[in-house]
Protein backbone atom coordinates (compact mmCIF):
# COMPACT_ATOMS: atom_id res chain seq x y z
CA UNK A 1 0.00 0.00 0.00
CA UNK A 2 1.44 3.43 -1.18
CA UNK A 3 0.34 5.07 2.01
CA UNK A 4 2.43 2.87 4.48
CA UNK A 5 5.37 3.25 2.46
CA UNK A 6 5.22 7.20 2.25
CA UNK A 7 4.75 7.04 5.97
CA UNK A 8 7.59 4.77 6.49
CA UNK A 9 9.67 7.16 4.38
CA UNK A 10 8.99 9.94 6.45
CA UNK A 11 10.29 8.13 9.60
CA UNK A 12 12.96 7.14 7.69
CA UNK A 13 13.84 10.87 6.74
CA UNK A 14 13.21 12.72 9.80
CA UNK A 15 16.78 13.86 10.43
CA UNK A 16 16.60 15.67 6.78
CA UNK A 17 13.42 16.95 7.16
CA UNK A 18 14.63 18.69 10.35
CA UNK A 19 17.54 19.89 8.76
CA UNK A 20 16.00 21.88 6.12
CA UNK A 21 13.40 23.06 8.54
CA UNK A 22 16.49 24.26 10.37
CA UNK A 23 17.84 26.29 6.96
CA UNK A 24 14.47 27.92 6.87
CA UNK A 25 14.32 29.30 10.61
CA UNK A 26 17.63 30.48 10.52
CA UNK A 27 16.47 33.11 7.68
CA UNK A 28 15.11 36.21 9.29
CA UNK A 29 12.14 37.02 7.68
CA UNK A 30 10.69 39.35 10.02
CA UNK A 31 7.70 41.02 7.56
CA UNK A 32 7.28 44.27 9.99
CA UNK A 33 11.04 45.78 10.13
CA UNK A 34 11.73 47.12 6.29
CA UNK A 35 15.30 46.50 7.63
CA UNK A 36 14.33 42.50 7.17
CA UNK A 37 13.00 42.90 3.52
CA UNK A 38 16.11 41.62 1.93
CA UNK A 39 15.55 38.42 4.68
CA UNK A 40 12.15 37.96 3.23
CA UNK A 41 12.59 37.92 -0.27
CA UNK A 42 15.73 35.43 1.04
CA UNK A 43 12.74 32.97 2.31
CA UNK A 44 10.85 33.26 -0.23
CA UNK A 45 13.75 32.37 -2.84
CA UNK A 46 14.45 29.64 -0.31
CA UNK A 47 10.77 28.49 -0.72
CA UNK A 48 10.60 28.46 -4.23
CA UNK A 49 13.68 26.35 -4.94
CA UNK A 50 12.80 24.00 -2.79
CA UNK A 51 9.38 23.79 -3.98
CA UNK A 52 11.08 23.29 -7.58
CA UNK A 53 13.34 20.63 -5.98
CA UNK A 54 10.45 18.39 -5.69
CA UNK A 55 8.46 18.86 -8.90
CA UNK A 56 6.39 21.85 -8.12
CA UNK A 57 5.92 24.68 -11.09
CA UNK A 58 6.94 27.23 -8.18
CA UNK A 59 7.86 30.72 -8.41
CA UNK A 60 7.75 34.23 -6.78
CA UNK A 61 5.24 36.78 -6.92
CA UNK A 62 6.07 40.51 -6.33
CA UNK A 63 3.83 42.77 -4.67
CA UNK A 64 3.85 46.33 -3.06
CA UNK A 65 5.65 44.42 0.09
CA UNK A 66 7.14 41.18 0.91
CA UNK A 67 6.57 38.45 -2.15
CA UNK A 68 4.37 35.63 -2.74
CA UNK A 69 5.24 32.39 -3.41
CA UNK A 70 3.36 29.75 -5.43
CA UNK A 71 3.57 26.21 -7.17
CA UNK A 72 1.51 24.09 -8.80
CA UNK A 73 2.16 19.90 -8.73
CA UNK A 74 2.17 18.34 -11.53
CA UNK A 75 -0.94 15.67 -10.76
CA UNK A 76 -3.89 16.75 -12.61
CA UNK A 77 -6.41 14.04 -11.21
CA UNK A 78 -7.92 13.98 -7.90
CA UNK A 79 -9.55 16.42 -5.18
CA UNK A 80 -7.62 20.13 -5.59
CA UNK A 81 -6.70 21.42 -2.82
CA UNK A 82 -4.56 25.01 -2.48
CA UNK A 83 -2.66 24.76 0.90
CA UNK A 84 -1.73 28.24 2.58
CA UNK A 85 1.03 28.69 4.71
CA UNK A 86 3.02 32.26 5.65
CA UNK A 87 6.79 32.30 5.69
CA UNK A 88 7.13 35.50 7.84
CA UNK A 89 7.69 35.81 11.95
CA UNK A 90 7.30 38.35 14.65
CA UNK A 91 9.95 40.49 15.64
CA UNK A 92 12.19 38.79 18.58
CA UNK A 93 11.84 41.27 20.99
CA UNK A 94 12.26 41.30 23.57
CA UNK A 95 15.72 39.65 22.76
CA UNK A 96 16.99 39.49 26.52
CA UNK A 97 14.02 37.55 27.29
CA UNK A 98 15.40 34.44 24.88
CA UNK A 99 17.26 31.44 26.30
CA UNK A 100 19.05 31.48 22.95
CA UNK A 101 19.78 33.05 19.46
CA UNK A 102 16.37 33.33 17.73
CA UNK A 103 17.21 32.55 14.67
CA UNK A 104 19.74 30.38 15.73
CA UNK A 105 17.42 27.42 15.78
CA UNK A 106 18.22 23.72 17.13
CA UNK A 107 16.65 21.04 18.94
CA UNK A 108 16.29 21.12 22.37
CA UNK A 109 15.57 18.38 24.81
CA UNK A 110 12.61 19.32 27.66
CA UNK A 111 11.07 17.81 30.16
CA UNK A 112 8.02 17.00 27.55
CA UNK A 113 10.00 16.25 24.93
CA UNK A 114 12.42 17.49 22.49
CA UNK A 115 11.35 20.59 21.07
CA UNK A 116 12.87 22.72 17.79
CA UNK A 117 13.05 26.00 19.55
CA UNK A 118 13.38 29.39 17.12
CA UNK A 119 11.59 32.20 15.86
CA UNK A 120 8.63 31.11 13.25
CA UNK A 121 9.25 27.39 14.55
CA UNK A 122 5.96 26.75 15.19
CA UNK A 123 4.58 30.38 13.22
CA UNK A 124 4.44 29.28 10.73
CA UNK A 125 7.46 27.62 9.26
CA UNK A 126 7.79 24.31 11.14
CA UNK A 127 3.61 24.34 10.17
CA UNK A 128 3.85 24.73 6.34
CA UNK A 129 6.87 22.82 6.19
CA UNK A 130 4.67 19.40 7.70
CA UNK A 131 2.71 19.74 4.55
CA UNK A 132 5.92 20.24 2.05
CA UNK A 133 7.70 17.42 3.82
CA UNK A 134 4.42 15.45 3.14
CA UNK A 135 4.46 16.24 -0.44
CA UNK A 136 8.22 15.13 -1.10
CA UNK A 137 7.72 12.27 0.93
CA UNK A 138 4.62 10.79 -2.46
CA UNK A 139 7.07 12.24 -4.88
CA UNK A 140 10.24 10.18 -3.14
CA UNK A 141 8.24 6.99 -2.81
CA UNK A 142 5.69 6.97 -5.95
CA UNK A 143 7.18 9.52 -8.29
CA UNK A 144 4.17 11.62 -7.93
CA UNK A 145 1.59 13.91 -5.78
CA UNK A 146 -1.53 12.04 -4.72
CA UNK A 147 -3.82 14.32 -5.75
CA UNK A 148 -3.76 17.73 -7.21
CA UNK A 149 -1.76 20.44 -5.23
CA UNK A 150 -1.46 24.34 -5.15
CA UNK A 151 0.81 26.13 -2.70
CA UNK A 152 0.09 30.20 -1.78
CA UNK A 153 2.72 31.35 0.75
CA UNK A 154 2.70 34.76 1.99
CA UNK A 155 5.27 37.08 3.78
CA UNK A 156 3.54 39.52 5.45
CA UNK A 157 0.61 37.52 7.76
CA UNK A 158 2.63 39.02 11.11
CA UNK A 159 2.23 42.75 9.70
CA UNK A 160 -1.87 42.73 8.65
CA UNK A 161 -1.17 41.40 5.11
CA UNK A 162 -1.43 44.78 3.31
CA UNK A 163 -0.85 42.69 -0.11
CA UNK A 164 -3.13 40.17 0.15
CA UNK A 165 -6.50 41.07 -0.41
CA UNK A 166 -5.31 42.76 -3.63
CA UNK A 167 -2.90 39.87 -5.02
CA UNK A 168 -5.71 37.47 -4.29
CA UNK A 169 -8.67 39.62 -6.13
CA UNK A 170 -5.98 39.80 -8.99
CA UNK A 171 -5.32 36.43 -9.07
CA UNK A 172 -8.23 34.38 -8.53
CA UNK A 173 -8.42 32.32 -11.08
CA UNK A 174 -5.09 30.60 -10.29
CA UNK A 175 -6.23 30.35 -6.48
CA UNK A 176 -8.82 28.34 -7.77
CA UNK A 177 -9.35 24.78 -6.24
CA UNK A 178 -12.16 22.51 -4.46
CA UNK A 179 -11.06 22.70 -1.13
CA UNK A 180 -8.11 25.03 0.86
CA UNK A 181 -6.31 24.16 3.98
CA UNK A 182 -4.31 26.10 6.41
CA UNK A 183 -1.76 25.29 8.79
CA UNK A 184 -1.64 28.55 10.63
CA UNK A 185 -3.75 26.53 13.90
CA UNK A 186 -2.91 23.91 16.29
CA UNK A 187 -4.33 21.04 18.24
CA UNK A 188 -7.01 21.42 20.92
CA UNK A 189 -5.28 18.92 23.17
CA UNK A 190 -1.63 17.41 22.98
CA UNK A 191 -3.19 14.10 21.37
CA UNK A 192 -6.45 15.26 19.85
CA UNK A 193 -6.04 16.66 16.05
CA UNK A 194 -8.13 19.57 15.36
CA UNK A 195 -10.02 21.27 12.47
CA UNK A 196 -11.43 24.22 13.03
CA UNK A 197 -14.50 24.99 11.44
CA UNK A 198 -15.50 28.54 13.26
CA UNK A 199 -14.06 31.55 13.23
CA UNK A 200 -15.28 34.69 15.44
CA UNK A 201 -15.72 37.68 13.59
CA UNK A 202 -15.13 41.49 15.31
CA UNK A 203 -16.54 44.59 15.65
CA UNK A 204 -14.76 47.14 16.72
CA UNK A 205 -15.64 50.99 18.09
CA UNK A 206 -14.11 53.68 19.33
CA UNK A 207 -15.86 56.36 20.84
CA UNK A 208 -16.00 59.62 23.04
CA UNK A 209 -18.55 61.17 25.41
CA UNK A 210 -18.75 64.69 25.50
CA UNK A 211 -20.44 66.90 28.53
CA UNK A 212 -19.09 69.89 29.80
CA UNK A 213 -17.00 72.69 28.06
CA UNK A 214 -13.89 72.21 29.65
CA UNK A 215 -13.42 69.65 33.20
CA UNK A 216 -15.11 71.60 36.26
CA UNK A 217 -14.07 71.41 39.89
CA UNK A 218 -15.96 69.01 41.57
CA UNK A 219 -16.91 71.02 44.79
CA UNK A 220 -18.13 73.87 42.42
CA UNK A 221 -19.96 72.10 39.85
CA UNK A 222 -20.41 68.00 41.32
CA UNK A 223 -24.13 67.46 41.75
CA UNK A 224 -25.45 70.12 39.06
CA UNK A 225 -23.32 68.91 36.33
CA UNK A 226 -23.28 65.95 34.02
CA UNK A 227 -20.27 63.98 34.29
CA UNK A 228 -19.51 61.80 30.97
CA UNK A 229 -17.36 59.12 32.65
CA UNK A 230 -21.21 58.04 34.70
CA UNK A 231 -22.67 58.64 31.39
CA UNK A 232 -21.03 56.13 30.03
CA UNK A 233 -20.29 53.79 33.04
CA UNK A 234 -24.26 53.72 33.10
CA UNK A 235 -24.16 52.79 29.10
CA UNK A 236 -21.51 50.19 28.75
CA UNK A 237 -22.72 48.61 32.35
CA UNK A 238 -25.95 47.84 30.77
CA UNK A 239 -24.04 45.81 27.96
CA UNK A 240 -25.44 42.56 29.28
CA UNK A 241 -28.48 41.49 31.96
CA UNK A 242 -27.86 39.87 34.71
CA UNK A 243 -28.11 36.56 33.15
CA UNK A 244 -24.64 37.36 30.81
CA UNK A 245 -26.15 38.21 27.73
CA UNK A 246 -25.77 41.01 25.33
CA UNK A 247 -28.69 43.34 25.42
CA UNK A 248 -28.39 45.06 21.84
CA UNK A 249 -31.39 44.89 19.41
CA UNK A 250 -30.88 42.25 17.44
CA UNK A 251 -27.73 41.12 19.04
CA UNK A 252 -28.13 37.62 18.60
CA UNK A 253 -30.02 37.52 14.65
CA UNK A 254 -28.20 34.83 13.34
CA UNK A 255 -26.95 32.95 15.83
CA UNK A 256 -26.67 29.52 15.41
CA UNK A 257 -27.26 26.92 18.28
CA UNK A 258 -23.92 23.91 18.05
CA UNK A 259 -24.80 21.12 15.99
CA UNK A 260 -25.38 17.91 17.68
CA UNK A 261 -22.74 16.06 16.85
CA UNK A 262 -19.95 19.02 17.10
CA UNK A 263 -21.47 19.46 20.77
CA UNK A 264 -20.92 15.74 21.56
CA UNK A 265 -17.14 15.95 20.13
CA UNK A 266 -16.53 19.46 22.38
CA UNK A 267 -18.28 16.95 25.59
CA UNK A 268 -15.98 14.60 24.94
CA UNK A 269 -12.85 16.75 25.26
CA UNK A 270 -10.71 16.56 28.55
CA UNK A 271 -11.18 20.25 28.88
CA UNK A 272 -11.62 21.39 32.33
CA UNK A 273 -12.82 24.85 32.56
CA UNK A 274 -12.67 25.56 36.07
CA UNK A 275 -8.99 24.72 35.59
CA UNK A 276 -8.97 27.47 32.85
CA UNK A 277 -10.47 30.00 34.63
CA UNK A 278 -8.09 29.03 37.98
CA UNK A 279 -4.77 29.08 36.05
CA UNK A 280 -5.41 33.39 35.44
CA UNK A 281 -7.13 33.73 38.98
CA UNK A 282 -10.51 33.39 38.12
CA UNK A 283 -12.93 30.90 39.67
CA UNK A 284 -16.29 31.52 37.84
CA UNK A 285 -18.12 31.91 34.44
CA UNK A 286 -18.65 35.38 33.83
CA UNK A 287 -20.74 35.01 30.45
CA UNK A 288 -24.47 33.83 29.72
CA UNK A 289 -25.94 31.40 31.89
CA UNK A 290 -26.28 27.93 30.57
CA UNK A 291 -23.29 27.60 28.65
CA UNK A 292 -19.93 26.01 28.53
CA UNK A 293 -16.54 27.60 28.81
CA UNK A 294 -15.99 26.03 25.16
CA UNK A 295 -19.01 27.46 23.74
CA UNK A 296 -18.45 30.86 25.58
CA UNK A 297 -14.92 30.66 23.26
CA UNK A 298 -15.93 28.99 20.78
CA UNK A 299 -19.15 29.86 19.24
CA UNK A 300 -21.37 32.17 21.46
CA UNK A 301 -20.99 36.03 20.47
CA UNK A 302 -19.71 38.61 23.10
CA UNK A 303 -19.48 42.30 24.10
CA UNK A 304 -16.17 43.06 25.89
CA UNK A 305 -14.90 46.75 27.47
CA UNK A 306 -11.69 46.92 26.06
CA UNK A 307 -10.45 50.19 27.26
CA UNK A 308 -11.68 53.25 29.68
CA UNK A 309 -10.51 56.53 30.48
CA UNK A 310 -11.18 59.64 31.46
CA UNK A 311 -10.67 62.77 34.12
CA UNK A 312 -6.82 62.86 36.03
CA UNK A 313 -5.75 59.69 36.86
CA UNK A 314 -2.12 60.72 38.02
CA UNK A 315 -0.98 60.20 41.86
CA UNK A 316 -3.18 62.01 44.45
CA UNK A 317 -5.97 63.42 43.73
CA UNK A 318 -7.27 66.38 41.33
CA UNK A 319 -11.02 67.05 41.92
CA UNK A 320 -12.27 66.78 38.53
CA UNK A 321 -15.64 66.77 36.80
CA UNK A 322 -13.87 65.39 33.34
CA UNK A 323 -15.39 67.08 30.01
CA UNK A 324 -15.12 63.57 28.06
CA UNK A 325 -15.16 60.07 29.06
CA UNK A 326 -13.23 57.76 26.06
CA UNK A 327 -14.13 54.31 25.54
CA UNK A 328 -12.96 50.69 23.46
CA UNK A 329 -15.51 48.24 22.57
CA UNK A 330 -15.05 44.99 20.96
CA UNK A 331 -17.94 42.07 20.08
CA UNK A 332 -17.29 38.48 18.72
CA UNK A 333 -19.30 37.28 16.12
CA UNK A 334 -20.46 34.04 15.66
CA UNK A 335 -22.75 32.53 12.24
CA UNK A 336 -24.40 34.91 10.68
CA UNK A 337 -23.86 38.23 12.74
CA UNK A 338 -23.86 41.19 10.15
CA UNK A 339 -21.32 43.67 11.67
CA UNK A 340 -23.23 46.55 10.26
CA UNK A 341 -26.21 45.39 12.23
CA UNK A 342 -24.20 45.37 15.52
CA UNK A 343 -22.26 48.10 15.08
CA UNK A 344 -25.58 50.23 14.50
CA UNK A 345 -27.20 48.40 17.19
CA UNK A 346 -24.43 49.84 19.37
CA UNK A 347 -24.78 52.96 18.64
CA UNK A 348 -28.27 53.18 19.08
CA UNK A 349 -27.50 51.67 22.58
CA UNK A 350 -25.12 54.31 23.29
CA UNK A 351 -27.26 57.34 22.06
CA UNK A 352 -30.60 55.88 24.32
CA UNK A 353 -28.03 56.60 27.48
CA UNK A 354 -27.07 60.08 26.52
CA UNK A 355 -28.72 62.76 28.69
CA UNK A 356 -29.75 66.05 27.06
CA UNK A 357 -26.12 67.88 27.60
CA UNK A 358 -24.08 65.14 26.02
CA UNK A 359 -22.86 63.89 22.65
CA UNK A 360 -20.91 61.25 21.30
CA UNK A 361 -18.44 60.75 18.63
CA UNK A 362 -16.60 57.75 17.27
CA UNK A 363 -12.97 57.99 16.44
CA UNK A 364 -12.97 54.52 14.46
CA UNK A 365 -15.51 51.92 13.96
CA UNK A 366 -14.75 48.54 11.73
CA UNK A 367 -16.34 45.13 11.64
CA UNK A 368 -15.94 41.67 9.97
CA UNK A 369 -17.81 38.85 10.02
CA UNK A 370 -17.40 35.12 11.37
CA UNK A 371 -16.27 32.18 9.14
CA UNK A 372 -18.18 29.39 9.47
CA UNK A 373 -17.02 26.07 7.41
CA UNK A 374 -19.60 23.58 5.96
CA UNK A 375 -18.46 20.71 7.71
CA UNK A 376 -20.80 18.48 5.35
CA UNK A 377 -18.55 19.25 2.84
CA UNK A 378 -16.86 15.38 2.20
CA UNK A 379 -13.28 16.63 2.59
CA UNK A 380 -14.00 17.52 6.35
CA UNK A 381 -14.93 14.24 7.45
CA UNK A 382 -11.87 12.58 5.13
CA UNK A 383 -9.59 14.49 6.34
CA UNK A 384 -10.98 14.15 10.35
CA UNK A 385 -10.68 10.55 9.77
CA UNK A 386 -7.52 10.37 8.40
CA UNK A 387 -6.07 12.48 11.83
CA UNK A 388 -7.88 10.09 13.96
CA UNK A 389 -5.83 7.47 12.50
CA UNK A 390 -2.65 9.00 13.12
CA UNK A 391 -3.30 9.91 16.62
CA UNK A 392 -4.04 8.87 19.84
CA UNK A 393 -7.82 10.69 20.17
CA UNK A 394 -9.92 10.88 17.61
CA UNK A 395 -10.19 13.98 15.14
CA UNK A 396 -12.44 16.75 16.53
CA UNK A 397 -14.51 19.77 14.54
CA UNK A 398 -13.56 22.63 16.79
CA UNK A 399 -14.14 26.62 17.27
CA UNK A 400 -11.81 29.16 17.51
CA UNK A 401 -12.08 32.46 19.65
CA UNK A 402 -9.69 34.55 17.14
CA UNK A 403 -9.96 35.42 13.68
CA UNK A 404 -7.92 34.26 10.89
CA UNK A 405 -8.68 36.65 8.11
CA UNK A 406 -7.36 34.74 5.23
CA UNK A 407 -10.09 32.10 5.92
CA UNK A 408 -12.75 34.62 5.47
CA UNK A 409 -11.40 35.38 2.13
CA UNK A 410 -10.82 31.84 0.63
CA UNK A 411 -14.47 32.09 1.01
CA UNK A 412 -15.27 35.65 0.15
CA UNK A 413 -12.72 36.01 -2.85
CA UNK A 414 -12.62 32.44 -4.37
CA UNK A 415 -15.49 30.62 -2.99
CA UNK A 416 -13.44 28.01 -1.30
CA UNK A 417 -14.60 26.27 1.51
CA UNK A 418 -11.34 26.23 3.99
CA UNK A 419 -10.11 23.56 6.52
CA UNK A 420 -7.70 24.82 9.14
CA UNK A 421 -5.50 21.83 10.39
CA UNK A 422 -2.28 22.64 12.42
CA UNK A 423 -0.14 21.00 15.23
CA UNK A 424 0.85 23.57 17.19
CA UNK A 425 0.42 23.15 20.88
CA UNK A 426 -0.88 26.27 23.70
CA UNK A 427 2.60 25.87 25.21
CA UNK A 428 4.38 26.84 21.80
CA UNK A 429 4.93 30.39 22.49
CA UNK A 430 4.16 31.72 18.90
CA UNK A 431 4.57 35.50 18.94
CA UNK A 432 6.56 35.39 22.26
CA UNK A 433 10.47 34.89 23.10
CA UNK A 434 11.90 30.95 23.18
CA UNK A 435 9.43 30.45 20.83
CA UNK A 436 9.21 26.41 20.23
CA UNK A 437 7.53 23.50 17.96
CA UNK A 438 7.43 19.75 19.38
CA UNK A 439 9.37 17.73 17.54
CA UNK A 440 6.41 15.47 17.63
CA UNK A 441 3.85 17.59 16.06
CA UNK A 442 6.60 18.34 13.23
CA UNK A 443 6.97 14.39 12.74
CA UNK A 444 3.25 13.73 13.43
CA UNK A 445 2.18 16.59 11.62
CA UNK A 446 4.00 15.34 8.25
CA UNK A 447 2.60 11.99 8.72
CA UNK A 448 -0.83 13.31 8.95
CA UNK A 449 -0.57 15.40 5.84
CA UNK A 450 0.26 12.69 4.21
CA UNK A 451 -2.68 10.26 5.11
CA UNK A 452 -4.98 13.67 4.30
CA UNK A 453 -3.43 13.61 0.76
CA UNK A 454 -4.32 10.66 0.82
CA UNK A 455 -7.82 10.56 2.05
CA UNK A 456 -8.41 13.26 -0.18
CA UNK A 457 -7.07 11.75 -3.75
Known sequence: M?????????????????????????IESVSTDPAYAAECDKAA???????????????KRPTPG????????????????????????????????????????????TPNGPVIRGRGSSDDKGQLMTFVEACRAWKAVTGSLPTKISIFFEGEEESSSPSLVPY???????LQADVALICDTGMVEPNTPSIVTMLRGMVKAEFTITG????????????PSINPLRV???????????????????????????????????NNLD??????????????????????????????????????????????????????????VSFRLVGQQDPDQVEAAFKKHIEKHLPEDCTVTYHSTSGDSASNMAIDHPAFEKARNALSNEWANEGVFVGCGGSIPIAGHFQDIVGLETMLIGFAQDDDSIHSPNEKYDLRSFHKGIRSWARILDALS
Open 66 to 109: HPMVMAHGDQTDGTHVLFYGHYDVQPVDPLELWNSAPFDAKVED
Open 271 to 328: FDGDKFLNEVGLSKPAGENGRSVLEMLWSRPTAEINGMWGGYTGEGFKTVLPAEANAK
Open 212 to 223: PSKDLHSGMYGG
Open 232 to 266: MSQALGALHDETGRVTLEGFYDGVPELPANVAEQW
Open 45 to 59: DWLVDDLKSIGFDAS
Open 2 to 26: SLEKVLAHIDADQDAALARLIELLK
Open 168 to 174: MNENKDE
